[in-house]
């Protein structure tokens, strides 16, 4: 039977993003809908849930700064970094980040994520060995699969397994990367027994820094200062802008031929629009303003321990912090949101970690441990995560 031309064709309703109500049915069942709640220009709840460590996102130096930036060179830098993109800002910035680290040179990209995969994919190839940690950032792990290179993911943390897999596969170029500091438990990565790994087996070693830096090391010279790695000829280093500079944007530090050779290699460098102005502008002040306050990074360690010594005191299970990030174990996925969510409801914000984003299966309350952070803002956090912790039955 042939259909008539002036019959109404029953599947004429479909359209090619069907298949996203599926899949937006499947996130709803299994309680893993994201939403968006944008906040208010005034900050209203009490924040332990972004990645402001040192508190200067709001410093006045760092906004006058940002908008100076934006009020000399404008509010887009206009192009990408090699052709109109680079102004005597983000040349100054990389000057001083390189300086600040121990590195010989640094190069500033639009994002952390865009400086991870720069990185990963400009310093291997099809041929070449990455070797990645189980718990490494998102960033790291599309960087992995954007390299084409054969990449092996390792227990967290775990340098003889590192060694292991760099000696079955001895003799092809290779490189092991992994945070300074996982993002999810705030643990740190143990960075001298990786290098000897590297070393052992002529590996190079790549070190996302976004949670070392301003933390960490002499006055916050980072995760790899602290180990005494800073400027080695086989390191590299990635970190962002948008934490303890409290400003956006990422950079990669290294020797000056890995930072020439990103230049000429890097599509994320290469093709994508370089960083505003404002933000370069503000990260600059930010660096400066850390460079002449050594004592914050130790205060934000400080408001860690505190936070943990209080929540544990107080019958928590809290993971003991290596840097300014505290997680605090929570019994379910479900128990999690509902702790969050109460957390909020009386004026505190908390980030909320649960399956799949976390690689272990735990779900977490993840606390940021600001440098600014008075005694008594300490202490109304506690409280209030005590008291709207979920009750085991």
């Not at 031929?257 to 290699?265: C, F, G, K, S």
């Given at each position: 039977m042939h259909r008539d031309a002036h019959m109404p064709d029953e599947d004429t309703h479909r359209t090619p993003f069907d298949w996203t109500d599926t899949e937006a049915r499947r996130r709803a069942e299994a309680g893993l809908v994201r939403t968006l709640r944008p906040r208010a220009a005034e900050a209203e709840p009490l924040d332990l849930a972004g990645n402001d460590y040192l508190g200067l996102t709001r410093h006045p130096e760092i906004t006058e700064a940002a908008a100076e930036a934006a009020r000399r060179w404008g509010a887009g830098s206009t192009g990408s970094r090699l052709v109109t993109g680079t102004t005597r800002l983000h040349s100054r910035l990389e000057r001083e980040l390189a300086d600040f680290c121990g590195f010989e040179a640094a190069l500033v990209f639009s994002s952390g994520y865009t400086a991870n995969l720069a990185a990963l994919t400009a310093l291997s190839a099809r041929d070449s060995l990455i070797v990645s940690d189980a718990g490494n950032h998102a960033s790291i792990v599309d960087g992995c699969r954007l390299s084409r290179a054969e990449?092996?993911?390792?227990?967290?943390?775990?340098?003889?397994?590192?060694?292991?897999?760099l000696h079955a596969h001895g003799g092809r170029r290779a490189?092991?990367?992994t945070d300074s500091v996982f993002s999810v438990d705030g643990d740190r990565a143990p960075l001298t027994e990786l290098a000897a790994a590297c070393r052992a087996h002529g590996a190079a070693l790549v070190v996302d820094d976004a949670h070392g830096l301003g933390v960490l090391g002499e006055g916050g010279r980072g995760a790899l200062n602290a180990a005494g790695l800073a400027g080695d000829a086989d390191v590299v280093a990635t970190l962002t802008l948008s934490k303890s500079l409290g400003s956006q944007g990422g950079a990669v530090l290294g020797p000056a031929?890995?930072?020439?050779?990103?230049?000429?290699?890097a599509r994320t460098f290469i093709f994508d629009t370089g960083l505003a102005p404002a933000a370069v502008g503000a990260a600059l002040a930010a660096l400066r303003l850390i460079k002449g306050d050594p004592a914050l990074a130790g205060r934000a360690r400080t408001v860690a321990t505190t936070l943990h010594r209080l929540l544990t005191d107080a019958g928590l299970t809290a993971a003991r912090p290596d840097a300014a990030v505290v997680s605090v174990r929570a019994p379910s996925p479900e128990a999690a949101l509902r702790w969050a969510a109460d957390c909020r409801a009386q004026g505190l914000a908390v980030g909320c970690f649960r399956p799949p984003s976390v690689p272990d299966g735990i779900s977490r309350l993840r606390l940021t441990a600001r440098a600014d952070l008075s005694d008594s803002q300490i202490a109304e956090a506690v409280a209030t995560i005590v008291r709207t912790a979920p009750r085991l039955a």
């Open positions: 990449t092996a993911v390792v227990p967290h943390a775990d340098p003889e397994a590192v060694r292991k897999t490189l092991v990367v031929r890995v930072i020439e050779h990103l230049i000429n290699a």
